[in-house]
């Protein structure tokens, strides 16, 4: 990105604040998008990885930020949105990892509270305790062991879980998934306690992955797994995306056979015109953000809020009913169902 495109993507950027720090022994940048601050101190996971340029690494933290926003004013959860990316050189030495997230902790410490983070793509529980240790109560989802909760992916695959029932409610009459198949796209730490939840629910489960190690482990469990050049067209009820972003977009939308898209993967839409795409394909899609705050959600609530492990689940669960209000009034209205979504949220934001 050339200087001035920094400065446009910034100019074009409506949050509050971004804290630049370069630390100069790893040639890391550390930034802090603090995108929102209206419905409490901003939260938002610490990305930890390699972009190609400077310009991905603050493209990306500004646009995380944002969603981060949207997702808590969706549920109406009294916390702003935010977002961290360290961006560390190819080839980074991970002995100077430690001292890294000791400067980056310190940041936080000296931001006073305005933003608090939780564990995202290259960081860990393990590594929210040294930041922790760094800077108190900055850092959610601990390990049990230094007092915290842990990972919040069981609270995410519950959100995704109750987003699809609550789609299936709207789009085939009922909740059950006895009987549904739901392809799932990514059985990592999300995706896998999803499968498991829903095989449990009596639905059929397919998966698709990259991973060798991982397919042959849900395949050993009597899994059907899907190659995933094929995944996309598959004919299933459900697909659930809980892998990498991008996956929706003009060139895969029209190979859909289901009816209804709700996972837990971070900007599932390559633009702002695929949700149109998906509407008028009649697909129903559970927009990323509405389906994937459970765990932000879950483990902020118990962590800062003193929600009791039953409160955080039942909470969770609301989520279906978001999904329900956001489904019912896009296919009552012109509107997609991203649209109905960000529609509710900037009600709660108070904006226009
Ligand atoms: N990766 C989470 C998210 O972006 C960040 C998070 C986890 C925040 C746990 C708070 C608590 O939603």
New binding site residues.
Partial sequence: MMEDAVETALRNWDGEELVVRFDRPTGAWILVAIHSTRLGPA???TRLMTYPSFGDALADALR?AES?TT?FAVVGFPRGGG?AVIAVPAGFDPTRRLALLETYGRLLGALGGLFT????IGTSSEDMDLIDRVAAGRA??RTPAAGGKGS?APPTALGVFSAIEAACEVVFGGTSLEGRTVLVQGAGSVGGLLIERLARAGATVLFTDVDAERIAAWRARGFRFVPPEGAISSDCDVLAPCAVGGVLHHGTIPLLHCRIVAGSA?NQLVEEADARRLKENGIAWVPDFVA??G??MA??GMEALGWSEDEAEERVRGIGHVVRRVLRSAAESELTTAEVARRIARERLGGP
């Avoid at 983070?117 to 995202?120: F, H, I, S, V």
């Fill in positions: 939260v938002g996971g995380l981060m997702k977002k983070t939780g564990p995202d959610f989802s919040s971070n994937s705050v765990g932000a483990i902020t």
